[in-house]
């Protein structure tokens, strides 16, 4: 049994370009039904452009801008969040840097003790039956809270003398180092030692005015 082919509708694309021709747009009701659906869809799709470009273009563009804050605000928060639940902790490690500080600054003295601490340093050589050749301050050197003074020494002596020496500096209850170490025999098994000690000291106020008052200007 053969399947009867089916036909497809003719077109009659004149009669409808007779219908365009002869609307009257006086009476859209009299029009026929192609041109009634063409000017219809015209007119949704006129509406459709232009309320994408003058009311939903800037709407999205707002939207899409309100997103990207709401997710930094998400990640603000989370942040924040994550600050508070560790806040007693980080309460607890300012102390503890803040107690750390105060201790290590303590062990530097004030200007009026440097004479004092030169005084201990050249003991703990003499106590240690070494001999100085020499024992020069050099000029302070400022630096943000603090001023370094070199001290360039040229000590005799034994090198277990040298080592006790050292042990005794560490020992001081103010902070001095000993840098640039040169050992060298000098007769007898005797050894000279050129060296620069360190000690340092921190400003007073005055001078940490001082300080800041350049670095001030430099900005302005």
Not at 79 to 107: C, H, P
Not at 109 to 127: D, H, W
Not at 188 to 195: E, K, N
Request: charged share 25%; proline share 5%.
């Amino acid at each position: 049994m053969k399947a009867k082919a089916i036909a497809m509708p003719k077109i009659d694309f004149q009669a409808i370009l007779d219908d365009f021709r002869h609307m009257n747009p006086n009476d859209p009701g009299s029009w026929h039904q192609i041109p009634k659906v063409t000017v219809l869809l015209g007119l949704f799709l006129t509406i459709v452009v232009a309320g994408w470009w003058f009311v939903w273009n800037d709407q999205l563009t707002e939207l899409d801008t309100k997103q990207r804050e709401e997710e930094t605000l998400k990640q603000q928060f989370l942040e924040k969040k994550r600050q508070a639940v560790n806040l007693e902790v980080y309460t607890q490690q300012l102390a503890d840097i803040d107690r750390s500080f105060g201790a290590l600054l303590k062990q530097l003295p004030n200007k009026s003790e440097i004479e004092a601490l030169l005084i201990e340093v050249n003991q703990a050589g003499l106590g240690r039956g070494l001999q100085f050749e020499l024992f020069r301050p050099a000029q302070e050197q400022i630096k943000d809270f603090y001023a370094e003074l070199p001290i360039a020494v040229k000590i005799n002596g034994t090198y277990h003398d040298f080592g006790a020496f050292a042990a005794d500096i560490a020992k001081l209850p103010r902070i001095v180092t000993l840098n640039n170490l040169s050992i060298a025999p000098l007769k007898d098994g005797v050894l000279t030692m050129d060296a620069t000690t360190k000690t340092f000291r921190y400003l007073d106020e005055e001078e940490i005015a001082r300080q800041k008052k350049p670095a001030q200007g430099a900005k302005k």
